[in-house]
């Protein structure tokens, strides 16, 4: 099963700050099959970024996704209000699909 | 609108089962490969399940936690996903969302809740 690990597990900043967050494979996972979600309290998971890059339909622009092999990351500039909230990557390369363990982002 | 709404949640047994369906509106369901994803209270999201569209075979897959209990199905005639949830756990107590796709979970449903306690 690949692992994945997410770095900080809370992010504490203020609006207008920019943030990033890590997720780390433990084995190289192809960048096709990497995704980032977003989830607020009550609400099931949002995609933001699929393929490692590309912005989902409607996300803005200040989220942004790179990496490849065993390490991405997802940054988010100029922080709005809607955007505290928990971040999560995923990979479906390999049965089990598998989550991070998440990254909250809090207000400061 | 492109939409999922499951259903079937409820308080169960350890040891019992449970059926949940998900109705899918919006899209050519049967060009999708679909998955069921759950939720523990407070906790991130598990992956259970993946059936691969019809033009796939519908070949599936599941965690080795749920595989021999849970069953993955799909009716492209009705728009439907399922899970049969037999010999039901207290650890299975979770939100159960309906997801289309694969390499982009991108439509999610609202979920189940399901319950297993005595």
């Known amino acids: 099963e690949i692992v994945l690990t997410q770095s900080p597990g809370t992010l504490s900043l203020s609006p207008g700050e920019s943030a990033t967050l890590s997720c780390r494979a433990s084995?190289?996972?192809?960048?096709?099959?990497l995704a980032w979600y977003q989830q607020k309290p009550g609400q099931p998971p949002r995609l933001l970024i699929y393929g490692a890059s590309s912005r989902a339909t409607g996300i803005p622009d200040r989220f942004s996704g790179s990496g490849s092999g065993t390490d991405f990351t997802l940054s988010i500039s100029r922080l709005e209000p809607e955007d505290f909230a928990v971040y999560y990557c995923?990979?479906?390369?390999?049965?089990?699909?598998?989550f991070g363990p998440g990254t909250k982002v809090d207000i400061k | 609108e492109v939409r999922l709404v499951e259903s079937g949640g409820g308080l169960v047994q350890p040891g019992g089962s449970l059926t949940l369906s998900c109705a899918a509106s919006?899209?050519?369901?049967?060009?999708?490969?679909m998955n069921w994803v759950r939720q523990a209270p407070g906790k991130g999201p598990e992956w259970l399940s993946h059936?691969?569209?019809?033009?796939?075979?519908?070949?599936?897959y599941y965690r080795d936690s749920v595989k021999g209990r849970f069953t993955v199905s799909r009716d492209s005639a009705e728009n439907s996903l399922y899970l049969q949830m037999n010999s039901l756990r207290v650890e299975d107590t979770a939100v159960y969302y309906c997801v289309r796709g694969r390499r982009s979970f991108d439509i999610w449903g609202q979920g189940t809740m399901v319950t297993v306690s005595s």
């Open positions: 995923q990979q479906d390369d390999y049965s089990p699909f598998t």
């Open positions: 084995r190289s996972v192809h960048s096709d099959y």
């Open positions: 059936i691969k569209s019809d033009k796939s075979d519908s070949v599936k």
């Open positions: 919006g899209f050519t369901f049967s060009n999708y490969d």
